[in-house]
């Protein structure tokens, strides 16, 4: 770490002044990150409210290190209004295994703007200041995700003092974490046919490149998927799916097993513990790493999430242990995912404490939901499939777009499902686009967390702007339109959602409409339904240039009428980028801008 060049991830720097502003006191927090190929990247950083000491460190150290995936580790810590000395206090001397020799240090200084750097050696005590370029670009683009899965048991002595019991329960937790590293335990590459152990791999060279593992798997899959027509997300994670596995066999020519088995028997009577949970551990790590290095990650990633499970089992202390299970959730900003232990009965309502600690340790603000279960994240291989696309817009190339340096692009944030003509087996054809791009609009609130009811019909939606009496009661069941301001109705309604409304004379004027559109998806990011003579649709971006005024939106067309293929719909442009002559220049219209609710 000596002489590496250093990287900080745009947001760490920006949550770290947030914090400074909003305290006036010292404020400390662990800072996490990854070795690359030039450097050392700083890429997440987690503060710890009531404070860091000498005496306190390592059992912090170890709680919030069980969130973050293997590759994405513990590398310092940063230091808000006090003096950078201070890090003396926080970090312990004493000899560590889990701690490098030399730290990152970032401090800023009370009522400063600029953040310091600095290398410290936590035996020394030495502080050498250092330099750092901050970077917004995605450090784990060239990195592979592994998926390791396996169900463990774990049993210990229930006891009704609480030091016993936690004791307990840690004994048995290294007990079972000591069978998955030593020589009867093995880590399956899934669809490569490869066994890593601690010394040997089965089944490829050891120094095969977990790359070529990821493209073997892909070819294989590709050659077993007939269909040919599944086009991939621009943004879709590489993962290679992986098993824990325990040898049963002793192997013939091991001749230090010349015994026979012995069993001692001890009868006695105990209340015993059990808890079934399956491990779901995530790893990061580069392309190039050869795969003879992969035993002691996987042993280092079910050692996280055993630990997090611990820390959750000691704050029971009656004989009702909840089943347990892991969640995982991909925080917009972040290039990794975060993993949770949580009881599997846990509901919205009862998790609010626990989501405001999660908003307040990552430094994120309450204005959005993270951490609602319908945020959990979903790894490819194990997505329920959805009849319905998700994000087309994803996989679209945006190099088609004006280079003019001072051109941008804002899109929705978040995800969304593709709603169009004729889907669900109803055939609204002609006369229903306005209510598909309001259940898109719903989608989106539902897949952000703030809501969870069921995507309405359109039966469903005139019977609610019956109910609100805007309609007369022979509208329901009818193909008569609606626009944008029967798309607010049941927005407010249904999901006591607010919206804008936007009126555009002519559709000449929409190329006059770029700054507002910025505004609205960096302010809001929620999709737009516009409606304007007799045509609907849903405008997901837009691509801006305040120098020039060019302009093109990003448009998904509910007018569609065919099946939920990705290819189709791009290629045909039902979801694409659109000049200002894709509006009417003599229609006037309407957008309907959702604003987002502040809440978590």
């Known amino acids: 770490m000596e002489d590496s060049r250093v990287f900080i991830d745009t947001e760490v720097v920006k949550k770290i002044h947030r914090l400074s502003r909003k305290h006036s006191e010292p404020r400390y927090g662990f800072l996490y990150g990854t070795v690359v190929s030039n450097g050392l990247v700083v890429s997440a950083s987690c503060y710890i409210a009531g404070g860091l000491n000498n005496g306190n460190f390592m059992e912090h150290y170890m709680q919030s290190r069980c969130m973050f995936p293997v590759g994405v580790d513990p590398i310092g810590v940063f230091l808000c209004n006090c003096d950078a000395r201070e890090v003396s206090n926080i970090i312990p001397v004493g000899e560590n295994s889990q701690l490098s020799e030399r730290l990152v240090c970032i401090c800023l200084d009370k009522g400063g703007e600029d953040i310091d750097l600095y290398m410290y050696n936590r035996f020394t005590k030495e502080l050498t200041s250092s330099e750092f370029t901050e970077t917004n670009s995605n450090s784990y683009s060239d990195h592979v995700f592994l998926?390791?899965?396996?169900?463990?048991?774990?049993?210990?002595?229930?006891?009704?003092?609480?030091?016993?019991?936690?004791?307990?329960?840690?004994?048995?937790?290294?007990?079972?974490?000591?069978?998955?590293?030593?020589d009867k335990a093995y880590y399956e590459l899934c669809g490569a046919d490869i066994l890593i152990s601690n010394n040997r791999v089965i089944g490829a060279d050891e120094e095969m490149s977990v790359e070529k593992v990821f493209k073997t798997i892909e070819k294989r899959n590709s050659e077993n998927d007939f269909s040919g027509r599944r086009k991939k997300s621009l943004d879709e994670v590489k993962v290679i799916y992986a098993k824990a596995l325990t040898k049963l066999t002793v192997d013939k020519s091991d001749n230090s097993v010349l015994y026979s088995p012995i069993i001692h028997y001890k009868r006695a009577e105990a209340l015993m513990v059990s808890v079934s949970i399956p491990i779901e551990a995530v790893i990061v790590v580069p392309k190039s790493q050869a795969i003879r290095s992969l035993f002691d990650l996987f042993f280092r990633s079910i050692r996280r999430q055993l630990h997090a499970v611990r820390a959750l089992l000691s704050s029971y202390t009656g004989t009702e242990i909840p089943l347990l299970r892991m969640i995982y959730f991909w925080v917009h900003g972040m290039h990794f995912p975060l993993s949770m232990v949580l009881p599997a009965s846990s509901q919205d309502n009862q998790?609010?404490?626990?989501?405001?600690?999660?908003?307040?340790?990552?430094?994120?603000?309450?204005?959005?939901?993270?951490f609602r279960l319908s945020n959990a994240y979903s790894f490819p291989q194990e997505t329920t499939p959805s009849h319905k696309l998700i994000n087309p817009h994803l996989s679209l190339s945006q190099s088609k777009l004006s280079q003019a340096p001072t051109g941008t692009v804002h899109t929705v944030y978040g995800k969304y499902t593709y709603h169009h003509y004729m889907q669900d087996k109803f055939d609204d054809d002609k006369w229903g686009c306005a209510y598909r791009s309001l259940q898109t609009l719903i989608s989106w609130f539902n897949l952000q967390g703030y809501s969870n009811i069921s995507i309405p019909t359109h039966r469903e939606i005139q019977q609610t702007l019956v109910n609100i009496g805007d309609k007369e009661p022979s509208f329901v069941g009818s193909k008569q339109w609606i626009g944008s301001t029967e798309v607010g109705f049941v927005l407010d309604k249904l999901l006591n959602v607010t919206c804008k409304i936007m009126f555009v004379s002519s559709g000449a004027e929409m190329a006059n409409k770029g700054r507002e559109l910025v505004q609205h998806f960096q302010t809001q990011g929620t999709p737009i339904m516009i409606g304007g003579g007799v045509l609907a649709h849903t405008i997901l971006g837009v691509y801006y240039n305040d120098q020039t005024g060019e302009i093109k939106f990003l448009i998904l067309d509910p007018h569609y009428t065919g099946a939920d293929d990705l290819k189709t719909v791009l290629d045909k442009g039902w979801c694409g980028w659109k000049g200002e002559d894709f509006w009417e220049k003599t229609a006037y219209y309407n957008m309907c801008m959702p604003q987002r609710p502040i809440e978590y």
């Open 351 to 370: 998790l609010v404490d626990w989501r405001q600690d999660l908003h307040e340790k990552l430094m994120l603000l309450l204005d959005r939901p993270y």
């Open 147 to 182: 998926r390791l899965t396996t169900p463990v048991n774990i049993h210990y002595k229930f006891s009704i003092k609480k030091a016993e019991l936690d004791a307990n329960c840690s004994q048995a937790v290294e007990d079972l974490l000591a069978s998955y590293h030593s």
